[in-house]
């Protein structure tokens, strides 16, 4: 089975604060996305992945970066964390664009 | 129009009822369609992929019209365990260059 991970379950941060998301895949996959996903709004792409070191902007980088150093591992990066990036973080991975894609079990961030 | 558009619900059935969902796509030139279901506060999990000829998994069953660009899920003999939200994935593109479209989901409510 594919086994995305996501280290950080449940964050409380302050406004300002730099925020890391980790995010590891172990099927040997192509391509990794960080998602958004809030009531009302559904999911939404904030960054996506084909290749390491290559990332691509999503519907919504506006204040997220991202880092792909290693082909298992997909980072989030908020330089200054505010209140409206409170949300549920979902990272997933594909073997290639257009197939299933593999969710970890979410990063919860409020920012205080 | 909306890339990928689904009916919010909730849908309140009781249970053995027969449930149908539908999902309008926008891009006829999509190639890619999925059902993922997701539990309240969890990630979405891939229920089943969408083919064009229909398919069939016990009490589920998806239909793909590319004429009307809609896709379909039928969920006969409900169960209480069904209670989820229901999310329609389109995939815009094939080969390299798509990413998925997430509908927003129709929520279910499985009533004993």
């Known amino acids: 089975d594919v086994k995305v991970t996501q280290s950080s379950r449940y964050l409380v941060k302050r406004t300002g604060e730099k925020v890391f998301l980790e995010c590891v895949q172990d099927m040997d996959h192509e391509n990794m996305f960080w998602y958004r996903q809030d009531p009302g709004l559904g999911l939404r792409l904030i960054y996506f992945s084909y290749d390491v070191k290559m990332k691509e902007k999503g519907d919504i980088p506006e204040g997220y970066s991202v880092s792909r150093e290693k082909k298992e591992r997909f980072s989030l990066i908020l330089e200054s964390a505010s209140t409206n990036q409170t949300s549920m973080y979902l990272c997933?991975?594909?073997?290639?664009?257009?197939?299933?894609?593999?969710f970890g079990e979410g990063s919860w961030l409020t920012v205080v | 129009r909306k890339e990928v558009e689904q009916d919010p619900g909730p849908f309140n059935v009781p249970e053995g009822a027969t449930v149908a969902f539908n999902c309008t796509y926008s891009n006829s030139a999509s190639q890619s369609f999925f059902w993922y279901r997701q539990d309240c506060r969890k990630e979405p999990k891939l229920l089943m992929s969408v083919y064009s000829s229909g398919n069939e998994d016990g009490r589920f069953t998806a239909q793909l019209n590319r004429a009307s660009q809609y896709i379909s899920l039928l969920i006969r003999d409900s169960k209480l365990s069904d209670s989820a939200t229901y999310l329609c994935?389109?995939?815009?593109?094939?080969?390299?260059?798509?990413?998925?479209?997430f509908g927003k989901g129709t929520k279910l409510s499985v009533k004993p």
């Open positions: 994935v389109v995939s815009p593109y094939g080969g390299s260059q798509g990413n998925l479209i």
């Open positions: 997933a991975s594909s073997l290639l664009q257009g197939n299933t894609i593999y």
